[in-house]
């Protein structure tokens, strides 16, 4: 409705920070939000990481498709997941890579390839 991905995508975020924040509020936790400072600055990626990922769907929905964009959004988060799995990045317990893993990448990447036909 707004001929514009990244306003659309502002406008959800707006409205998803909003409802969080009053949630938050509501719920007695608002004062967790007094902790920022102390937030370190690759923190926030996921933030940004997550608006990249809603301008993303609501850009290649038209052109690729819903089945196609999709896939192609859980093939990326599961093959990031197998390297912060494997590698134990940003704290998380290391996960033994295995075949069954890896194969669960891959049959996912098959299912995007054959998203497009």
Known sequence: SLNSTIAAAAISFGVGFLGL????????????????????????????LGAFYVWAMLWGVP???VVTTIAALIFGQMAMALV????????????ELSVFRVG??????????????
Request: proline share 4%.
């Open 21 to 48: 924040f009053l949630l938050a509020l509501l719920t007695g936790t608002g004062a967790s939000f007094l902790r920022l400072p102390q937030v370190t600055w690759w923190q926030y990626a996921g933030g940004a």
């Open 63 to 65: 052109s690729l498709g």
């Open 84 to 95: 912060l799995d494997t590698f134990g990045l940003f704290g998380l317990p290391v996960k």
């Open 104 to 117: 669960a990448v891959v049959l996912v990447s098959f299912g995007l390839v054959l998203s497009r036909f």
